[in-house]
């Protein structure tokens, strides 16, 4: 019986602690879209959330220095306003197609200009790097969602998106594209 509430104890407090790390990922790209305009690399999301106990209030520290803001606000009503409990915990908010395209030219290193043929393009360049970069399909999966939204696929995403894969009669290529198609099609690439 001991060990059975240790086990329980144990999986509660590593659940909250993914969950807020999660968490903490969103609020900080929703910043990162808000502020700059642009999505965080996952190595920038690594290292606020994984190396720093005060994550989400350093990156806002450093988007408001930034050379990039974009923000109207005077930068000291900007940091009240993004460290609020009202901004951390408003609804999650669609962005526009336009956006989620720009986000994917920023993190495949393309040309910021959204068009149907740089937008392909920068589809390509993404399911390339990931297909060398991942040693498996969750591994690729999770590149390109790591990419466009901040963090892993979920076990219910994964699932999903293994599925189109292991169903899929197209060239490996070909299949990875219609992957990534779904991959831009899910809530937290579309919401901030």
């Known amino acids: 019986m001991r060990k059975l509430i240790y086990f329980l104890l144990v999986f509660v407090f590593l659940s909250q602690g993914v969950t807020a790390k999660d968490n903490d990922s969103f609020l ?10 642009i999505v965080p690399t996952i190595e920038e ?3 606020y959330c994984v ?3 005060n994550g989400y209030t350093l990156a806002i520290d450093w988007l408001l220095t930034c050379q990039k803001h974009k923000w109207i606000i005077p930068k000291e009503y900007s940091r009240i306003l993004l460290l609020s409990s009202e901004y951390k915990n408003s609804p999650k908010m669609r962005i526009p197609k336009q956006q989620v395209y720009k986000n994917l030219l920023y993190v ?10 740089n937008v392909k393009k920068a589809s390509l360049k993404l399911v390339e790097s990931a297909i060398a970069c991942g040693n498996g399909d969750t591994e ?3 590149y390109m969602c790591e990419s466009m939204m901040s963090r892993s696929s979920n076990l219910e995403e994964n699932n999903k998106l293994s599925k189109i894969v292991k169903d899929s009669s197209k060239s ?13 099609e899910l809530e937290d690439v579309n919401c901030k």
Do not use: F, H, Q
């Not at 490996?172 to 831009?184: A, C, F, G, Q, S």
């Open 108 to 117: 495949t290193g393309s040309e910021m200009v959204v068009s149907p043929e």
């Open 28 to 37: 900080i790209r929703r910043a990162y879209l808000d502020v700059l305009g």
């Open 45 to 47: 999301i690594e290292w």
């Open 51 to 53: 190396y720093n106990t």
């Open 140 to 142: 690729i999966i999770d």
């Open 172 to 184: 490996e290529k070909d299949t990875w594209m219609d992957v990534l198609v779904e991959i831009l």
